[in-house]
């Protein structure tokens, strides 16, 4: 998102509005992961980096099976997992999203094609729409080895079905994962006019219900 959290004046807002990139938001067309994690029992978590996590946040909020998302850090340590460090791009730090899910009503390899299909741009490398630096990047940090198989499978999978005009930058990577800050929290929900929210996940969110419909809640 754009280093700043206080409203954005109407010219700034004009500006994030005249790239044409939000209003261009739709689900892309790619096929299902052929290999998915098992099951199993109990709640399990999936962490995505993608770009603002905003954004991410409020599209897998809104997947039927997701519990809980948190809005976070990964790829650093605990020390600089703030996001006044984080915004210096020093930190080694990604905007990352910790999603819990319910593995009996969605899929790990469904949560990917949604993160591949519309959650982000997997071809932009450190960046996303307005966003650039390294804390952009886009990174999937699997939480169990089963997850990276999948997640590398996936990948494997859409370069050779040329899924996109362009390579897949989506780097699988290790590290913990850190809650942001509590601001950061459910931000697109507690900020619906802000002018980054109404520009750019506003119609992400839209393209997600549209393209994945029997998904959505």
Not at 156 to 181: C, M, Y
Request: charged share 15%.
């Amino acid at each position: 998102m754009l280093k700043i959290l206080l409203p954005i004046a109407g010219a700034a807002a004009a500006v994030l509005a005249s790239t044409g990139f939000a209003e261009a938001e739709r689900a892309v067309p790619i096929p299902a992961a052929k290999a998915d994690v098992p099951a199993g029992a109990g709640m399990q978590t999936a962490v995505f980096a993608g770009g603002c996590f905003w954004g991410m946040e409020a599209v897998f909020a809104r997947v039927k099976g997701v519990t809980g998302v948190t809005a976070g850090y990964a790829g650093g340590t605990a020390a600089t997992a703030t996001y006044d460090q984080v915004s210096t791009e020093t930190t080694r730090h990604a905007e990352a999203i910790r999603i819990t899910y319910d593995p009996a009503k969605v899929s790990y390899a469904t949560l990917l094609r949604v993160y591949f299909s519309i959650a982000h741009d997997p071809t932009q490398v450190n960046r996303q729409g307005p966003d650039s630096g390294t804390s952009y990047r886009s990174a999937i940090f699997p939480q169990t080895p089963e997850q990276a198989r999948v997640a590398a499978a996936y990948i494997r999978q859409l370069g050779a079905a040329h899924a996109f005009p362009r390579a897949i930058a989506t780097r699988i990577e290790r590290g913990a994962f850190f809650p942001a800050e509590a601001y950061h929290q459910d931000f697109f929900d507690r900020n619906p006019t802000h002018p980054y929210i109404v520009t750019w996940d506003k119609p992400k969110v839209a393209a997600f219900r549209a393209g994945f419909p029997k998904l959505a809640v």
